[in-house]
């Protein structure tokens, strides 16, 4: 036994470092951490038990891949709806992982939707009809969703309103805004090019695989950080190897995507070419979150009020700030979320947003994201996403009436909050006979 392993860490930073190692989040039994054969023993181990994270996701994503390749004759991944599935899903994914703050924290926030579209609203006011620069505006956008998210997270963290009911009353009242900041019946067009490039330009060639090497390069840095990280805390790491094969894969993925969307896509004479301009948006934009809810002791307060509010109290955690906060962060990349789909569409009207938010909260719990709280990873929600928008994208190739899309994304939605339900059962019971 070396000194390291007689070394014993203070319990809290070891917890977090665990989140921040990629293992699971705080409260959920990590295994024994050493070979290769250990891990993969540990994660039967755990998925056994219940925790298996967005393994469903991703396992429903590639049976829809496949089915959907067959039932369209080999165009759903085509070059073209590739690149069309990847924009489809950047504001939902935005949206979804604005839902994960407040699902992590046990409560709900069911004005997202219309909180973007409200957001758009003053952008479009402030951009079209004022032709106030999009910086200025969208920064002005940004502000209103913080004081919305001030504005719920005050009624359920200090009021003691539940977040069902302050949120159902935003929803109602936010699309009278929207028609009184609009007017009846009116949209306005995005007319910049900026926000238009968005959604529907894309980088040269180049760029791409430049993306691609900072994501390999920032995944290898944040890697061994974390390996450092749990080396001085007396936390017993994963195998090198491990290490290599799961920014590898990360490598291939990313790589084989920037390849195939640097691709010439065109269904006419101007070449399409490129990855889209939000990818690199949005990559950056889950970075920054994850880095702040996985490597931040604001991060593990917010796990540990969603796994057990009276215990995070009794432990000095001010839970009330972490409610507010995390209320604060929905309601933003809300905003954003609107941002992207107003790219998307190029036109905001009276009824922007408000059918989006039930899409939302099922990407996220289709991700993985448990619904009870303390239990979910940023990364889940845009799995989710995925999973959400190629359900929509598939069918609509197959030109299938809306109807049945809703009905299968409703039957996916209960699955997936059933798979949750069990799982945690599952868990419960494996702790009952530790």
Same mark, same amino acid.
């Given at each position: ?20 190692? #990629? !293992?699971?989040?705080?409260?959920? %039994? ?23 994270g967005m393994l469903p996701a991703i396992g429903g994503f590639i049976v829809l891949c496949i089915l959907f390749q067959f039932l369209t004759s080999g165009d759903f991944l085509g070059l073209l709806n590739v690149a069309n599935l990847i924009t489809q899903t950047a504001f939902l994914a935005m949206l979804a992982v604005a839902l994960v703050f407040v699902i992590l924290i046990a409560e709900i926030d069911l004005s997202a939707g219309v909180t973007a579209g409200v957001g758009m ?15 200025? !505006? ?38 009278? @805004? ?28 180049? !760029?791409?695989? %430049? ?16 390996? $450092? ?63 702040? @809810? ?30 507010? $906060? ?16 107003? $790219?998307?569409? #190029? ?16 990407? %996220? ?70």
């Amino acid at each position: 036994m070396t000194a390291t392993d007689n070394k014993v860490p203070d319990p809290e930073l070891a917890t977090a470092i665990d989140t921040a190692g #990629g !293992a699971t989040p705080p409260g959920i %039994a990590t295994g024994y951490e050493g070979s290769i054969q250990d891990q993969v023993r540990a994660y039967i181990s755990r998925v056994r038990s219940g925790e298996m994270g967005m393994l469903p996701a991703i396992g429903g994503f590639i049976v829809l891949c496949i089915l959907f390749q067959f039932l369209t004759s080999g165009d759903f991944l085509g070059l073209l709806n590739v690149a069309n599935l990847i924009t489809q899903t950047a504001f939902l994914a935005m949206l979804a992982v604005a839902l994960v703050f407040v699902i992590l924290i046990a409560e709900i926030d069911l004005s997202a939707g219309v909180t973007a579209g409200v957001g758009m609203a003053v952008f479009v006011q402030l951009n079209d009809a004022m032709k106030i620069s999009w910086p200025i !505006a969208l920064l002005v956008s940004l502000v209103v969703g913080v004081v919305i998210g001030l504005f719920i997270g005050y009624f359920v963290a200090k009021v003691g309103i539940p977040s069902f009911v302050v949120t159902l009353g935003l929803f109602l009242g936010f699309q009278g @805004l929207q028609l009184i900041l609009l007017g009846n019946g009116n949209s306005y067009r995005i007319t910049d090019p900026s926000i238009l490039a968005i959604e529907n330009s894309n980088m040269p060639a180049w !760029a791409g695989w %430049a993306m691609w090497a900072v994501i390999v390069l920032v995944s290898l840095g944040s890697a061994f950080y974390d390996r $450092s990280r749990r080396l001085r805390a007396g936390v017993p790491v994963r195998a090198l190897s491990l290490l290599f094969i799961r920014v590898g894969i990360i490598a291939i993925v990313v790589g084989v995507l920037v390849y195939l969307l640097n691709q010439d896509r065109s269904v006419s004479v101007v070449s399409v070419s490129g990855v889209p301009i939000v990818v690199p948006i949005v990559v950056a934009i889950l970075w920054i979150a994850t880095q702040v @809810l996985d490597r931040t002791r604001w991060g593990l307060h917010l796990y540990a009020v969603g796994g057990n509010p009276e215990a995070a109290r009794r432990a000095g955690i001010n839970v009330a700030a972490i409610r507010i $906060s995390a209320f604060v962060l929905c309601s933003t990349l809300a905003v954003l979320s609107g941002l992207f789909q107003a $790219s998307e569409v #190029g036109v905001v009207g009276s009824s922007f947003g408000q059918t989006d938010v039930l899409n939302g909260v099922a990407a %996220a719990v289709v991700g993985g994201v448990s619904l009870f709280g303390g239990r979910g990873r940023l990364m889940q929600g845009v799995v989710g996403a995925l999973v959400i928008t190629a359900i929509t994208n598939g069918l609509g190739l197959l030109s299938l009436p809306g109807g049945v899309n809703l009905l299968i994304t409703g039957g996916v939605l209960i699955l997936a909050a059933t798979v949750d339900a069990v799982s945690r059962k599952r868990a419960g019971a494996s702790l009952a006979r530790v």
